[in-house]
């Protein structure tokens, strides 16, 4: 017979009188679970130890947290990142771990803002250059702040440029064009 089945049979009631004694006990998590849970805790320490230490001081953390995050920062063995990576987990364990992980995502989402902007302009970019007088008027009406003559000449001299295979000089003057004006944020297509 099975060790399994055994403690089935010893937990229920298996007709040995015993009953199901064990049953009022609290469940815990199984030991599996709980190596999941601080090896998230870990990669949450990675993930943090990654940022700048400015945003590191700015966040709501321990400061016995902070330092051994400064120290694996400062870490260059494998072994010694890994015993103090263990650390941090186990500092985690006491910290508010949901608070710093929404701290972690609002530190990065201004550098995929900017990323998202980035990409925008450049779709704006390729949409004039493709979509030719017509897009660049399109844009004009809808950006009040747009020189009309400078936004067709770059367009036009950017158009020269990949037609003749040049360097991207009027390319890249007609993205930073685009980057000041700031108008279709909303995105807004010309």
């Known amino acids: 017979m099975s060790a399994a089945r055994r403690r089935r049979e010893w937990d229920g009631d298996g007709g040995d009188g ?4 064990w049953d009022d ?13 601080m090896t998230a805790l870990q990669d949450l320490g990675r993930e943090l130890a990654g940022l700048p230490a400015e945003t590191l001081r700015g966040m709501d953390m321990p400061p016995v947290l902070l330092a051994a ?12 990142r890994r015993r103090q990576l263990q650390y941090i987990g186990k500092l985690m364990r006491e910290a508010d771990a949901e608070a710093l992980r929404a701290a972690l ?3 990065r989402e201004p ?5 998202r902007e980035q990409h925008r302009l450049e779709r704006l970019r390729d949409e004039l250059l493709d979509g030719g007088p017509e897009a660049v008027g399109r844009f004009v009406d809808q950006c009040p702040g747009a020189e009309p003559r400078k936004l067709a000449h770059l367009v036009r001299e950017a158009q020269k440029e990949r037609a003749e295979n040049r360097p991207p000089k009027q390319y890249r003057a007609l993205f930073r064009y685009l980057r000041e004006l ?4 909303d995105g807004d297509r010309p």
């Not at 006990?25 to 849970?37: C, D, F, H, L």
């Not at 995050?69 to 010694?80: G, Q």
């Open 18 to 21: 015993w009953g199901g004694e």
């Open 111 to 115: 550098g995929r803002d900017a990323a």
């Open 182 to 185: 700031g108008c279709g944020a």
């Open 25 to 37: 006990a609290p469940a815990r998590p199984s030991k599996s679970q709980m190596k999941r849970e």
């Open 105 to 107: 995502d609002a530190a």
């Open 69 to 80: 995050l400064e120290d694996f920062r400062a870490m260059v063995k494998h072994e010694a």
